[in-house]
């Protein structure tokens, strides 16, 4: 069994921070891709951030310059720093990995619960 759990969501305040974490656990031979996406209401899911196992990160247009993805590989963490937060960033935001089970030869899409992230004064 894998899980991927999140924490860190929150109210937060315009032109402010926050900062997201996920953790993978269980049986876990290794990690590929860890990444956010969200999803705001009425709207398709989105990548916003995702790194590789070699740490290069990739970002959508939208957050660029304003948030940064990081990862603890050693503690299968995976960290969302959102700053200079603007209304539009409200979302629920969705962990996800590429893991591959001990005693398998794939990798599969794991996902965590999501965390509501809102942007308001």
């Known amino acids: 069994q894998v899980q991927l759990v999140e924490s860190g969501g929150g109210l937060g305040q315009p032109g402010g921070s926050l900062r997201l974490s996920c953790t993978a656990s269980?049986?876990?031979?290794?990690?590929?891709?860890m990444g956010w996406y969200r999803q705001a209401p009425g709207k398709q899911r989105e990548l916003v951030a995702a790194?590789?196992?070699?740490?290069?990160?990739n970002y959508a247009d939208s957050v660029k310059g304003r948030f940064t993805i990081s990862r603890d590989n050693a503690k299968k963490t995976v960290y969302l720093q959102m700053n200079s937060l603007k209304p539009e960033d409200t979302a629920v935001y969705y962990c996800?990995?590429?893991?591959?089970?001990?005693?398998?030869?794939?990798?599969?899409?794991?996902w965590g619960q999501g965390t509501q992230v809102t942007v308001s004064s």
């Open positions: 790194s590789t196992s070699g740490g290069n990160p």
């Open positions: 996800y990995a590429k893991i591959r089970r001990v005693a398998s030869s794939y990798y599969v899409d794991y």
């Open positions: 269980g049986s876990i031979f290794s990690i590929n891709t």
